[in-house]
């Protein structure tokens, strides 16, 4: 997959960085890549469900921007992205040292773009795959 | 839909008091009735995206733990429930006074609760449907 | 909602008339309103699955067609549709005298139509909830 | 992923041969390993819809099929499989000279095993990604 101009990652960090949502998690984002896009957060106190794991909105939260970001380094210059849909599969308890979610285009189409993501459980040594989402981006002119 | 026991709105409170995530978005819990529950948040600052609407996660947020919290007034008193998986469509830019996510019960298997849930966004007197959600719900013993 | 020119159900009728996968179910088109539409079918031995009940893919066929056309009930004369994705629960074993899918228009935007579907089974006067559909459909000009 | 049993690819295509809407689709089943199943169908005239194309119910259902049948290859001699529920984002149109879903087991659960299959469109030495699966399966006991 092909970027359409050079600064697409430093175009991805800017408008992570007013993602305040992000913050709030304490995410930051990782490896920007054509089509690929990483981003980690630890596991706040402040982010948790009843059971003191991460609530299923924190998953879905850095694998919905993850993927969102995957699609935006595909996008021309000044085109920004909104999810249409996601859908998440909860695969384990979101706990351990933080979360790390993979986003990437599965198909890069000129109306919409599909995206899917992985969000992992880092633990020392130890990843697991607690999260599996599959959705729809699309391009806006702001 | 008949909850099994009286205490199931207290248990869902109690429950609710111990998601800080959903204090972190300033939510509160509303009606809640059996197979139905009611979550409001305003739209903090703290939870928005790049362009200054809440965070898709936030509906998400709200709208899975008010399905979730549907499935938990139908069963057993010493019952919990995890998300298995969530759709979400979104329908409009989430951006007014609060959200308010409304989730039902619409099939209460034995084995797992199929549940629905939809946002709205208030400003004034207007209501903007912005989030419709579709998932299921696991009974897990604590 | 309003249906763009007076012939939107005879253009619905003429489309159904053309998906021979329709004809192979042996579904039939009902009803049809701005936004709404409803197609039966019957239970044919040549659509069931392993256990002998319809497989999911006629409630999913039926309930895939039944929501676009509800999309189609609202664009213009030289429009069509296409499913851009659509998620399925199954909520009951598809059994019984026949499957009604009845669609909806849920958000009728410019770029994109989100709707649903609701899969019912037919068994003399009882009908059975069997499947509730959520999803995107994009017009195309052709 | 380890099967429980040697005899599960027999079982499979036991299962398969009865899944009288996979002979309607002209379908057949391929590669079986544990944890992943394949199946191919020809575009028979009789599954089109409206433009010509595969009814996107035909690639869900091989695209289920497949998917239901990679969780069937780990559960125990005597139990079954369901879907819990299923999403499908169409990528392109299913046209060419045959459809092949490839399904796989992503989180192999004791209560629910999440599944996914992906299905392409062969036509002379090209594949084109026509749909990607994503979904939920259930054991039961028969």
């Given at each position: 997959m092909k970027p359409r101009f050079d600064g697409y990652a430093a175009k991805v960090r800017d408008s992570f960085a007013r993602q305040s949502l992000m913050a709030t998690f304490g995410a930051e984002i990782g490896d920007i890549g054509p089509g690929r896009v990483t981003i980690t957060t630890p596991i706040l106190e402040?982010?948790?469900q009843q059971h003191g794991f991460a609530h299923a909105a924190v998953s879905f939260g850095i694998g919905d921007s993850a993927a969102g970001y995957s699609a935006l380094t595909l996008l021309n210059e000044h085109d920004e992205v909104l999810t249409v849909e996601m859908k998440i599969n909860l695969l384990?308890?979101?706990?351990?040292?933080r979360l790390r979610a993979e986003g990437r285009v599965i198909k890069p189409g000129k109306r919409l773009i599909v995206v899917a993501a992985d969000v992992w459980a880092d633990a020392g040594q130890d990843s697991t795959h607690v999260a599996m989402l599959q959705g729809t981006m699309i391009p806006v002119t702001v």
């Open positions: 402040t982010a948790t384990a308890p979101a706990k351990g040292d």
